[in-house]
């Protein structure tokens, strides 16, 4: 599987938090793991498994210390090439518009530190992009089971599985897509957010015949009964709210 143009490689833009979250835990509910051990599994898979070419973007969103540490020194290995640090925790959506203003790839990848992807995943999920370039898609490596239901499927393109709204924590798009579709939201269901506009615009999750990753935790780290509250503190200790309204 090949491209002539230029730039035709993969922007993996991975978002991680380690902090406490709204539920008062420092993991997802239903992980094994801490977010910060999440974070090397999902990091190690990828730069183990990747088999198409991509760059690796993290956005250290108001992460902890050692995990800085951590991500810098992947920095000085190499396996990192862009590496964003936030003082405060501004949400995944915000982190994931962040990767994509830096992102140099045709394609862009969206995902968390809850995932471990399985050898070849990179090429068979982008493998139907390719194949179908006027097809009106994004891909996913995986469906996890709350969206592996009848009400959400649409059928198959060839072997590819089709889905109304798999992969809200692992999306790849093209550039183009994710300009039609517009910037994540600060919201708190973010990705929701999104994902209706990308049906309401008229895109369908393509996704492979079996799942190319594993889901870690069931559940994020944010509580859907609160607001959520995305600041940014300036040096003069003035705060700038970018929460949604």
Same mark, same amino acid.
């Given at each position: 599987?090949?491209? =002539? &143009? ?14 406490? %979250? @709204? ?12 977010? =910060? ?13 990747? %088999? ?7 956005? @250290? #969103? ?16 190499? !396996?990192? $090439?862009?590496?964003?640090? #936030?003082?405060? $925790?501004?949400?995944? +959506?915000?982190?994931?518009? &962040? ?13 968390? #530190? ?40 649409? +059928?198959?393109? @060839? ?16 550039? &183009?897509?994710?300009? %039609? ?17 990308? !049906? !309401? ?8 015949? /079996? $799942? ?5 935790? /069931? ?7 609160? @607001?959520?509250?995305? &600041? ?5 200790? =003035? ?7």
């Amino acid at each position: 599987m090949s491209e =002539s &143009q230029e730039n035709n490689h993969v922007s993996i833009i991975v978002c991680h938090y380690s902090k406490v %979250d @709204d539920f008062g835990e420092n993991r997802a509910r239903g992980a094994e793991h801490t977010r =910060s051990e999440m974070l090397k599994m999902t990091l190690d898979s990828i730069v183990e498994t990747v %088999d198409y070419p991509a760059e690796l973007i993290v956005v @250290d #969103n108001g992460g902890g210390d050692d995990d800085t540490d951590y991500l810098v020194d992947m920095v000085r290995e190499g !396996k990192i $090439n862009t590496l964003i640090r #936030n003082k405060e $925790n501004m949400n995944f +959506g915000w982190a994931w518009n &962040q990767g994509a203003k830096l992102a140099t790839g045709k394609y862009l990848l969206f995902t968390c #530190n809850d995932l471990v992807f399985s050898p070849k995943w990179l090429s068979k999920t982008i493998k139907p992009l390719i194949e179908y370039p006027d097809r009106k898609l994004i891909a996913s490596p995986i469906c996890t089971p709350d969206k592996d239901k009848e009400k959400f499927h649409r +059928g198959k393109l @060839d072997d590819y599985r089709l889905n109304a709204l798999a992969g809200s924590n692992c999306m790849l798009m093209t550039r &183009q897509t994710y300009e %039609d579709v517009g910037e994540f939201s600060t919201n708190r269901i973010a990705g929701t957010h999104w994902h209706f506009q990308m !049906k !309401k615009l008229g895109y369908t999750v393509v996704l492979p015949p /079996e $799942n190319m990753a594993s889901h870690l935790g /069931e559940r994020g780290g944010t509580n859907y009964m609160i @607001d959520l509250k995305v &600041q940014k503190t300036l040096l003069d200790n =003035s705060v700038v709210d970018f929460s949604c309204k």
